[in-house]
């Protein structure tokens, strides 16, 4: 389970490539959000080459996230399969 805090992004993935959110949020406590659909979002980006870099640095820096944690999850299932 990833935590985001304020001034988070959640749901990015979808603006990109128009398919369903790949998760979900739960708050722990009351939020503001802003609900930004995606044909604005491919116009700032288009506009501002700046902001497609933040949301690619973004989506980088969570996808080294996951794979560290696949690689340690498949390292723990074959440890446990191994009986240790």
Not at 1 to 27: F, K, Q, W, Y
């Amino acid at each position: 389970m990833n935590h985001a805090g304020p001034g988070e992004v959640v749901g990015d993935i979808a603006l990109l490539d128009g398919e369903p959110r790949s998760t979900s949020a739960i708050t722990l406590s009351e939020v503001r959000a802003l609900e930004l659909k995606r044909d604005v979002f491919m116009k700032v980006l288009k506009k501002q080459p700046q902001r497609a870099l933040n949301v690619m640095q973004n989506l980088a820096r969570r996808l080294r996230f996951a794979v560290t944690y696949i690689e340690g999850a498949v390292e723990w299932t074959k440890r446990i399969a191994e009986g240790d």
